[in-house]
Protein backbone atom coordinates (compact mmCIF):
# COMPACT_ATOMS: atom_id res chain seq x y z
CA UNK A 1 0.00 0.00 0.00
CA UNK A 2 1.19 3.60 -0.92
CA UNK A 3 2.11 5.86 1.81
CA UNK A 4 2.04 9.02 0.19
CA UNK A 5 2.51 12.61 2.24
CA UNK A 6 2.99 16.17 1.34
CA UNK A 7 2.73 19.80 3.41
CA UNK A 8 4.27 23.12 3.23
CA UNK A 9 4.85 25.02 6.75
CA UNK A 10 5.24 28.41 6.81
CA UNK A 11 5.95 30.17 10.06
CA UNK A 12 3.79 32.27 11.87
CA UNK A 13 0.01 32.82 11.67
CA UNK A 14 -0.40 33.36 7.19
CA UNK A 15 -4.37 32.28 6.93
CA UNK A 16 -4.79 36.12 6.02
CA UNK A 17 -2.26 35.93 3.38
CA UNK A 18 -2.92 32.84 1.82
CA UNK A 19 -4.11 34.50 -1.19
CA UNK A 20 -0.83 36.28 -1.78
CA UNK A 21 0.89 32.94 -1.23
CA UNK A 22 -1.38 31.22 -3.86
CA UNK A 23 -0.63 33.44 -6.24
CA UNK A 24 2.97 32.85 -6.02
CA UNK A 25 1.99 29.11 -7.30
CA UNK A 26 0.19 30.77 -9.74
CA UNK A 27 -2.95 29.87 -8.33
CA UNK A 28 -6.13 32.16 -7.93
CA UNK A 29 -7.97 31.91 -4.84
CA UNK A 30 -11.86 32.13 -5.32
CA UNK A 31 -12.56 32.89 -1.67
CA UNK A 32 -15.24 30.04 -1.10
CA UNK A 33 -13.52 28.88 1.57
CA UNK A 34 -14.94 25.98 3.27
CA UNK A 35 -14.59 25.55 7.29
CA UNK A 36 -14.19 22.26 8.84
CA UNK A 37 -14.51 21.41 12.57
CA UNK A 38 -12.52 17.73 12.73
CA UNK A 39 -9.67 15.78 11.24
CA UNK A 40 -12.29 13.50 9.63
CA UNK A 41 -13.65 15.82 7.43
CA UNK A 42 -10.25 17.06 6.37
CA UNK A 43 -9.32 13.65 5.76
CA UNK A 44 -12.03 12.94 3.52
CA UNK A 45 -11.07 16.74 1.05
CA UNK A 46 -7.56 15.44 1.39
CA UNK A 47 -8.37 11.81 0.30
CA UNK A 48 -10.70 13.19 -2.54
CA UNK A 49 -8.04 15.35 -4.30
CA UNK A 50 -5.78 12.66 -4.30
CA UNK A 51 -7.95 10.30 -5.89
CA UNK A 52 -9.52 12.19 -8.24
CA UNK A 53 -7.08 15.14 -9.38
CA UNK A 54 -8.24 18.25 -12.06
CA UNK A 55 -5.62 19.75 -13.78
CA UNK A 56 -7.18 22.90 -13.56
CA UNK A 57 -8.27 23.53 -9.83
CA UNK A 58 -7.93 22.34 -6.53
CA UNK A 59 -9.00 22.45 -2.91
CA UNK A 60 -6.01 22.26 -0.38
CA UNK A 61 -6.53 21.92 3.54
CA UNK A 62 -4.91 24.67 5.59
CA UNK A 63 -4.52 24.94 9.46
CA UNK A 64 -2.10 26.35 12.23
CA UNK A 65 -0.87 24.82 14.64
CA UNK A 66 2.71 25.74 17.15
CA UNK A 67 3.14 29.16 15.32
CA UNK A 68 3.01 26.93 11.99
CA UNK A 69 0.78 26.95 9.02
CA UNK A 70 0.32 24.07 7.38
CA UNK A 71 -0.89 23.77 3.73
CA UNK A 72 -1.45 20.06 2.74
CA UNK A 73 -0.58 19.40 -0.91
CA UNK A 74 -0.75 15.24 -1.51
CA UNK A 75 -0.40 16.33 -5.11
CA UNK A 76 2.86 16.71 -4.75
CA UNK A 77 2.79 20.05 -6.72
CA UNK A 78 3.27 22.54 -4.84
CA UNK A 79 6.05 20.79 -2.21
CA UNK A 80 7.95 20.52 -4.46
CA UNK A 81 7.37 23.82 -6.65
CA UNK A 82 11.14 25.52 -5.29
CA UNK A 83 10.41 28.39 -7.44
CA UNK A 84 7.66 29.57 -5.84
CA UNK A 85 8.44 28.15 -1.99
CA UNK A 86 11.89 30.64 -2.64
CA UNK A 87 9.51 33.47 -4.21
CA UNK A 88 7.18 33.11 -0.86
CA UNK A 89 10.54 33.33 1.04
CA UNK A 90 11.62 35.96 -0.39
CA UNK A 91 8.75 38.30 -1.02
CA UNK A 92 6.69 37.90 1.98
CA UNK A 93 10.22 37.59 4.09
CA UNK A 94 9.02 34.52 5.29
CA UNK A 95 10.13 31.00 6.89
CA UNK A 96 9.27 27.92 4.68
CA UNK A 97 10.00 24.07 5.27
CA UNK A 98 8.67 21.81 2.63
CA UNK A 99 8.40 17.65 2.67
CA UNK A 100 7.19 14.92 1.00
CA UNK A 101 7.34 11.30 1.15
CA UNK A 102 5.88 8.93 -1.04
CA UNK A 103 6.73 5.11 -0.67
CA UNK A 104 5.82 3.47 -4.50
CA UNK A 105 8.02 5.90 -6.11
CA UNK A 106 10.72 5.82 -3.32
CA UNK A 107 10.99 9.50 -3.31
CA UNK A 108 11.37 11.73 -0.31
CA UNK A 109 11.75 15.14 -0.11
CA UNK A 110 13.19 18.55 2.69
CA UNK A 111 13.16 21.73 1.18
CA UNK A 112 13.88 25.04 3.59
CA UNK A 113 13.70 28.05 2.39
CA UNK A 114 14.29 32.06 4.08
CA UNK A 115 14.99 35.16 2.57
CA UNK A 116 18.89 34.12 2.94
CA UNK A 117 18.82 30.24 3.41
CA UNK A 118 18.76 27.75 1.32
CA UNK A 119 18.63 23.65 2.07
CA UNK A 120 17.44 20.73 -0.36
CA UNK A 121 17.50 17.18 -0.23
CA UNK A 122 15.69 15.17 -2.54
CA UNK A 123 15.51 11.40 -3.44
CA UNK A 124 13.78 9.39 -6.04
CA UNK A 125 13.30 6.12 -7.14
CA UNK A 126 16.24 5.37 -3.98
CA UNK A 127 18.66 7.76 -5.75
CA UNK A 128 20.25 11.39 -4.06
CA UNK A 129 18.88 13.83 -7.38
CA UNK A 130 19.74 16.42 -4.54
CA UNK A 131 21.45 17.54 -1.94
CA UNK A 132 22.20 20.68 -1.72
CA UNK A 133 22.84 23.39 1.34
CA UNK A 134 23.97 23.64 4.91
CA UNK A 135 22.02 20.82 6.46
CA UNK A 136 20.67 21.74 9.74
CA UNK A 137 21.22 20.42 13.13
CA UNK A 138 17.81 18.60 12.99
CA UNK A 139 19.07 16.19 10.13
CA UNK A 140 21.98 14.73 12.28
CA UNK A 141 20.12 11.42 12.77
CA UNK A 142 19.54 11.09 9.48
CA UNK A 143 20.27 8.75 6.49
CA UNK A 144 19.56 10.82 3.19
CA UNK A 145 20.06 7.70 0.74
CA UNK A 146 17.90 4.82 -0.74
CA UNK A 147 17.29 4.05 3.13
CA UNK A 148 15.14 6.96 4.23
CA UNK A 149 11.85 6.13 4.42
CA UNK A 150 8.61 8.16 5.21
CA UNK A 151 8.44 8.49 8.86
CA UNK A 152 11.93 10.03 8.76
CA UNK A 153 10.41 12.55 7.13
CA UNK A 154 7.59 13.07 9.48
CA UNK A 155 9.85 12.88 12.55
CA UNK A 156 12.25 15.30 11.02
CA UNK A 157 9.03 17.90 10.47
CA UNK A 158 8.90 17.13 14.49
CA UNK A 159 11.99 17.96 15.28
CA UNK A 160 11.45 21.33 14.22
CA UNK A 161 8.44 22.11 16.08
CA UNK A 162 6.12 20.64 13.32
CA UNK A 163 4.03 18.05 14.13
CA UNK A 164 1.93 16.89 11.45
CA UNK A 165 0.04 14.16 13.05
CA UNK A 166 -1.06 16.60 15.76
CA UNK A 167 -3.24 18.05 13.41
CA UNK A 168 -6.02 14.95 14.27
CA UNK A 169 -6.77 17.08 17.81
CA UNK A 170 -7.66 20.38 16.40
CA UNK A 171 -11.18 21.93 15.29
CA UNK A 172 -9.73 24.40 12.70
CA UNK A 173 -9.49 23.90 9.24
CA UNK A 174 -9.84 25.99 5.89
CA UNK A 175 -10.35 24.20 2.62
CA UNK A 176 -8.81 26.79 0.01
CA UNK A 177 -10.82 26.62 -3.16
CA UNK A 178 -8.12 27.63 -5.96
CA UNK A 179 -8.11 27.48 -9.65
CA UNK A 180 -5.19 28.01 -11.73
CA UNK A 181 -4.40 31.30 -13.22
CA UNK A 182 -3.97 31.86 -17.30
CA UNK A 183 -0.15 31.82 -17.73
CA UNK A 184 -0.14 28.07 -15.84
CA UNK A 185 -3.60 27.04 -18.14
CA UNK A 186 -1.50 27.57 -21.05
CA UNK A 187 1.44 25.40 -19.68
CA UNK A 188 -1.29 22.27 -18.79
CA UNK A 189 -2.34 22.79 -22.45
CA UNK A 190 1.34 22.72 -23.97
CA UNK A 191 2.23 20.18 -22.32
CA UNK A 192 -0.67 17.96 -22.94
CA UNK A 193 -0.71 19.18 -26.64
CA UNK A 194 3.02 17.82 -26.46
CA UNK A 195 2.14 14.54 -24.83
CA UNK A 196 -0.22 14.10 -28.05
CA UNK A 197 1.98 14.77 -30.51
CA UNK A 198 4.19 12.13 -28.70
CA UNK A 199 1.09 9.67 -29.01
CA UNK A 200 0.32 10.41 -32.57
CA UNK A 201 4.05 10.36 -33.49
CA UNK A 202 4.59 6.69 -31.71
CA UNK A 203 1.16 5.21 -33.26
CA UNK A 204 2.22 1.95 -35.19
CA UNK A 205 1.91 1.79 -39.03
CA UNK A 206 -0.98 -0.18 -39.61
CA UNK A 207 -2.75 2.03 -37.73
CA UNK A 208 -4.47 4.85 -40.02
CA UNK A 209 -7.07 6.38 -37.13
Known amino acids: MSTTIGFIAIEGNQLSSLAEIFSRFQLIDTNKDLHLNSWAEASKIIEQEYLEP ?71 DGETIENTGTPLPQE ?13 IIELAATLGIDYYAAEQ ?5 VKQLINNAE ?22 WKFW
Not at 79 to 108: M, P, V
Not at 140 to 152: C, M, W
Not at 186 to 201: F, L, T, W
Request: net charge negative; proline share 2%.
Open 140 to 152: ANLNINEDLYYDD
Open 170 to 174: LKQFT
Open 54 to 124: NDFSQRRVVWFQNNWTIIEDHSLLLCTDTEALQKNALEGRLCIYSFLSQSTSNSHGFWHFTPTVSRTFFIE
Open 184 to 205: LNSQIEQIKNEQKSIQVAKKPW
